[in-house]
């Protein structure tokens, strides 16, 4: 397979290439034609490139696939833009479903409350005969009726878990918002299932949509038991249109019986699919997130002195179980959202490190929303991956209403630091947290460009002195991805031996004006030489 005909990008390193051939699934040839590779037009098919741009396919450093699934499957209630559209949606989705037992949704817009705070009174007044269970897009609250309380068996005498939050009407009794996973698990625990073919399915199409935006890898960063088995199920039925690495979410309640699975999983997993499906990394949720007040902070909230967050592990217990995973060979990645959490992530790969011994262990801190200063140069300095979510730096809706009145404006005015860390000499990737927000890595990479929305606000952009440059960013998306993934040399670029994992572009990028870099489409995606988009 010859491609020609268009601007090819071998990456930041390779720079442009005359041609492109590609022979059973890699890369042979990037320049003109050599002794025993067919010349174009003999023996091999030709790929016009229509005047676009090839380059190596995207990869996403952080996403949840089966979430993102999921979400297809029930009340489409995402671009609802009011508690009544919510509730008009869900309604709907019960009368067309009558025999569903639990009806479950996703992903509501928190901003449409003044506190992201939702009453189970509201959803009654849509349906009352069935539980419903709805997250919001955060994925760290979820919003019930009363009788999915009534079924979780929570009122007013039922104390807050360990590790999340019942929010209470001034009675005490449930307002109907649960926060964070120990409160969430709740509901989830008694909840109706989805079907094992149903996670299939939502697998087969949340992959498909992956490779529909030009990527070609994902890290699943949050893969629970049942997972596996949904991933070996869908790799059983080939329904993976794309390679993935899943990330198995280490629990701290049950941390002791969990290590000793890890190993016998993986293979399982490996054995499964290769060179389709790893399982090489460990999730570990340091904290929360700010808008619910549970991201882990240096100093208290501004809207709520009282508290600094709900930190997930104790920082020894994060050391120790960190320390035991990378003892096993799995890599680590941990979400960090607040600056104590970056800080305790830092922490413990420091730690393993010390107590482990030197190796190249690549380790990655996800999110990375606030970072103090003294913080800054130890991503280098540990050799630590910055997975960044590049749609979330700009200042939209969730920014203003909930996030910055948390934290106030000096703590607001330094988020997302991407081209802080950049310049610390530390390895950056991008990943889309999908279904959080948007797998549209184009669409991330204009904002890591530009600091704004859709609209191209604010003027200059948000925080500008944290933009990067264009090539930067497809880096991020591209060979910063391969690093974090242990597969530089085989993807991210392309050069003699490299997996022909390719994506073509409407137009170049680098010649694309950053306030339209939002309009260029994805025209082509292949996986080792296979088109899958």
């Given amino acids: 397979m010859t491609f020609t ?20 699934g890699v890369v042979v040839e990037t320049g003109p034609g050599g002794a025993g590779v067919p010349e174009t037009g003999h023996e091999t098919e030709v790929v016009d490139l229509d005047g676009g741009f ?68 509201w959803l009654d007044e849509a349906v009352d005969d069935r539980p419903v269970v709805l997250r919001a897009w955060d994925y760290h609250t979820v919003w019930c009726n009363s009788a999915a309380l009534a079924k979780a068996g929570i009122d007013a005498d039922t104390p807050d878990p360990p590790g999340g939050r019942i929010a209470r009407r001034p009675d005490g009794s449930p307002l109907g918002t649960l926060i964070e996973w120990d409160a969430v698990d709740l509901v989830a625990a008694v909840a109706a299932p989805w079907s094992r073919a149903q996670k299939v399915e939502a697998l087969r199409r949340a992959t498909g949509e992956l490779a529909r935006h030009g990527i070609t890898w994902v890290q699943d960063a949050w893969v629970d038991p049942d997972d596996v088995e949904t991933y070996l199920a869908a790799a059983a039925a080939d329904a993976l249109a794309i390679r993935a690495d899943l990330a198995f979410r280490a629990d701290p309640h049950r941390w002791a019986g969990q290590r000793g699975e890890l190993s016998a999983t993986r293979d399982l997993l490996e054995r499964a699919a290769p060179g389709r499906l790893t399982a090489r990394t460990v999730k570990f949720f340091v904290d ?40 096993q060979g799995f890599a680590l990645h941990l979400h960090a959202i607040g600056d104590a959490g970056v800080r305790s992530a830092l922490d413990a790969i420091e730690h393993v490190e010390r ?22 140069d130890r991503f280098a300095a540990l050799g630590v991956v910055a997975c960044f979510q590049p749609l979330w730096a700009r200042r939209d809706a969730v920014m203003r209403k909930l996030t910055i009145p948390r934290i106030g404006p000096e703590r607001g005015g330094a988020q997302y630091r991407i081209g802080s860390v950049l310049r610390s000499g530390a390895r950056v990737s991008f990943g889309s947290d999908w279904p959080v927000t948007s797998p549209d890595v184009l669409a991330g990479i204009a904002t890591a460009v530009t600091r704004q929305d859709g609209d191209g606000e604010p003027a200059g952009g948000w925080l500008p002195g944290e933009r990067i440059d264009v090539v930067s960013a497809l880096s991020a998306a591209t060979a910063g991805v391969a690093y974090q993934a242990f597969a530089e040399g085989r993807r991210g670029t392309l050069v003699p031996g490299a997996d022909a994992d390719l994506v073509w572009l409407s137009a170049d990028p680098r010649a694309t004006p950053p306030e339209r870099l939002h309009e260029i489409r994805v025209r082509g995606t292949w996986l080792a030489g296979h088109r899958v988009h």
């Fill in 5 to 24: 005909g268009g601007t090819i990008w071998g990456g930041a390193a390779v720079g442009d290439l005359p041609r492109l051939l590609v022979d059973g």
């Fill in 54 to 121: 090839l380059m190596p396919a995207f990869g996403d450093g952080h996403a949840h696939p089966v979430l993102a699934g999921l979400e297809g499957l029930g009340p489409r209630i995402r671009a609802c833009r009011s508690v009544r559209e919510i509730q008009d949606a869900v309604r709907a989705w019960a009368d067309g479903n009558p025999e569903t037992p639990w009806i479950l949704g996703g992903s509501y817009d928190a901003t449409l409350t003044p506190d992201g705070m939702f009453d189970a009174r």
């Fill in 288 to 327: 929360g997130i700010i808008e619910n007040r549970t991201a882990h902070l240096l100093d208290p909230y501004s809207d709520h002195r009282c508290t600094r967050g709900m930190p997930v592990w104790g920082d020894q217990a994060l050391r120790e179980a960190a320390a035991e995973a990378d003892r």
């Fill in 355 to 376: 107590v482990n011994g030197p190796r190249d262990r690549r380790p990655v801190v996800a999110h990375a929303q606030l970072v103090s200063p003294d913080d800054l």
